[in-house]
Structures are given as C-alpha cells and as structure tokens.
C-alpha cells in the first residue's frame, strides 16, 4: 500500500508539472514601461504589495496592461520561484469552467479520456491570474468562492478533497461594484478577490510612455519579422502623441507591428502606422474612405464607453461578435 501511495503522489506530480510546462512553455516575462506621472501610483503599490500574499484586483480598460502587471507582481513575490499561472475566464464556456480550473478525472463526462490537471493544481505554492473575472457566471463565482476561502476544492468527477496554497489576482476592465449592486457578482466573492486593487489609467493619459512603449514593440516586431528599421521618423511620433489610443497599449503593439511590416524605409512615417484622427479631429470626414469612418466611430464608442466592448456594441447598434469581427479587422 506504501508503494501504491508514493507512486500515485508521483504520478500525480508528474501530470501537474507536465500541464504546467505546456502552459508556461514559451512564455517570457513582458516589460513593464512606466514612466509617466499617471503610473507612479501604480509602481509604487506594486512595490508595496507585490511581496505579500495579499489578492489583488487589477482593473483598468481593454489593452492597458493588467497581465503586464500581474507578471510583475508576482515577479517580486516571495512566490517567484514558483509557477505562475494564467487563465482566461471570459473566454471559458461555463461547461468547461469546472474541468478548466479545477481539473477532471478520468470518465468524469463523455470526452474526459485522462485525468487532467486543473489551473489552482497546477499553480500550487505559486500564482492564478484570473483574467476577465467578470465574465463568470453566479454558479462558477460560487465554486471559485469556495476555493480563496478554504484553499479546498473537487476535480470533477471526484470526491477527493484537494489542499492547494495558491495566491490570486485577478482583472476586469468593468465596474465590479456596479455589477456587484446589479446583482450580477457576488459581494463576498469580491472582497475576497479585492483585498487591494491597482486601477490601471488609459494610455492617452501616460503621453511619456508613448514614445517609449512604440520604441520597445518596434525592436521586437523587427526582430520577428527580420526588417531593416532603426526607429520612427518625427512626424510618426507627433501622430502617436496626439492619437487617442481607444485600444490603449494593445492597440499600440497592433500599429507597430504594421507598421514595420508596411515600412518601405529604414524609419516608420506616419502612413504606415494606419492610424485614425488625432485627438484635434483636424481631418475632415468627407476626406476619409468608408472604412475609416467606420474605423474611427468604433474608437470613439470605445472611448465613450471606457472599453468596454458590449455598451459599445450597444451604441453601435451591433451585436457584440460583430463588433469583435471590426475589432479585429481594424487592429483594435
């Protein structure tokens, strides 16, 4: 019986670390570029909570860096050693939620053909990062609460107990409040996920990280595509200084990339960045195609609505995947 138990316990911890490598496997710490006055407040609670144990919620618009910081608060983490593990809840159905994050065994449903290893399993000792966290339904937000409470959970199929020790941050570019007095999150579930929060400000508000942000996407979209550019020329600066950046820092990662690829010099100029009206809306509409009118409607809705995708969606008088479908397209 000793022999049985020692092998299932290295059974099961070579499963855990084998699912772990898949999901770490190719993963590199991105760079956190923060000079701006709008983001001394974020460096500062980075420094000051980043080596506790402590949940954080990082809230902020679509594309403003929440997994960026959630890397860099676990890299100064007395778990840093240990894994960091990333899942995107808004993109799970809610049948898969389950087997996702808490992992299944064999037989548990129809296509469960081997045992699987759940996200909280496979972080322990480390970090989760639950991205998109409002995007879970009441019936998940209470298997999730079960968990931060008590460290306990089932896999599916299962009626083991499993212990894990797992610190969690998770992120949201919505108002949890609001959704909280809509009845739509639990509020003990968010105090459990907000013992801090770190609010993450637009990049048109972080003008100094600009220039700086567009320098470090140039070098690694160059090195990706082995392009012969040495930077951008004074005109294509000013654009992106005066752009309002809808998309934020993604957005900003998406007009480097074509840029380097349309670029004809050994500088990026402005046509190749691709972008819309600058903050003035100098350019008059009459001068635009139809797509870029479309183009610059769906940024100011996504202003208008803090990036949030379904109210824009809302205004736009579309549905939400065809929003996404433009969204796409357009590079946003």
Sequence with gaps: ???QIELGRALRQSRRLEAENQVLRGQKLPRLIADSEAMEPVLEMIERVGPSDANILISGNNGTGKGVVAHHLHAVSRRAAKPFVTVNTGGLPEGVFESEVFGHVKGAYTD????????????????LFLDEISNISLNEQAKLLRVLESGEFEAVGSSKTRIVDVRVFSATNTDLEKAVGEGRFRQDLYFRLNTIEIHLPPLNRRQKDIPLLAEYFLHRHVRRYGKKLVGFDDAALRAMGDYLWPGNV?????????????AKGTRVQVADLGLGLPR???NPLEDLSLEEVERLLIQKALVRCEGNVRRAAEVLGLSRSALYRRLQRYGL
């Design 1 to 3: 019986m000793r022999t």
């Design 112 to 127: 469960a053909k081997a045992n699987r290893i759940g996200r909280f399993e496979m972080a322990d000792g480390g970090t």
């Design 250 to 262: 993604r957005e900003l990662d998406h007009a480097v990339e074509r840029a380097v690829l349309m």
């Design 280 to 282: 003035s809306g100098a």
